[in-house]
């Protein structure tokens, strides 16, 4: 009997990420670039990098890499691309080019299991209109797989975290609940349905969602990223600290995958606790039952756009995306400009 392919690893997709308390402590004391070209760095946590070419167009980069999620070898291919062409999106940027990046293990899964996994990446970057370059693969113990993608946008156009405008209505693009319904299938929890539902959401692409967003006007939406692995309670925070703002989040307005509430108890990946340790910005009311907090500390893997939307906007653009198939729902508002003690996103 083959491993299965989630048996390559510890701990599954996203949720694989390394704790924010401890990247920060990483990183603190990286030299920063005096270059003006620089458009976004790391120091805002934006999804990528944005530097401006002499022409006055913009080169979008990002690499995002994880651990199978699922045990199907080209579900699983599909959704390390789907993930990692959403930093360009969530940039407000048209992805061109990726470049695989591939862990092995020496007994690891056969050539076969791999080419299906290549496979399944291959055929999103496609659909997603990228050229693949190239790759470097590695041997490891685990196996980890994903793209560093290449976009360009329009300076004017840059979608970062770290301007959200008090007053906007917050629009989020997939439902919630990925990291919870595989970590429940892993010990044999939940339905197949639970398992089949999040991963048709995971191998969608955030394509049309930025595309909706490009279709609006400059400056109707004033920040937008993407939720994966800190969950909608860390990026939420992310935006929240970078723009120096507020937010409100209704829960009772929350998308989530079937299944996903009821096994939030005793199903939140690792990566899910260690986000509701370390953003303590977030604050639940009294009045949410815990389930709901527990589903926005989820580790998403390939989760969807969260965007800050003018008012006026904010609906059409959530007309315009049901009508195109894409799961969106505002959630909650951009309430007021932060102060100090005062949470950064309020669950109500
Ligand atoms: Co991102
Ligand atoms: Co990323």
Redesign the pocket.
Known sequence: MPKRLTEYADCAGCASKLDAALLAELTVDLPISDDPRVLVDFRTSD?AGVYRWSNGSALVQ?V?FFTPIVDDPYDFGQIAAANALS?VYAMGGQPRTALAVTTLPKNGPSAEVIREVFRGGADKLREAGVALLGGHTVTDPEVKFGYSITGEVHPDRILSNATARVGDLLVLTKPLGTGIIVRARRFGQGTTEFLDAAVESMKYLNDQAAAAAGRLNPGDVSACTDV?GFGLAGHATEIAKASGVTLEIRASDLPTLPGSLALAQEFLPCGGRANLRFYTGFVASASVPPEWNLICQDPQTSGGLLMAVRPEQATRLVDDLTATGVHATVIGRVADPWVEGSPLVRLL
């Open positions: 999804d990002t995002d930093d994966t």
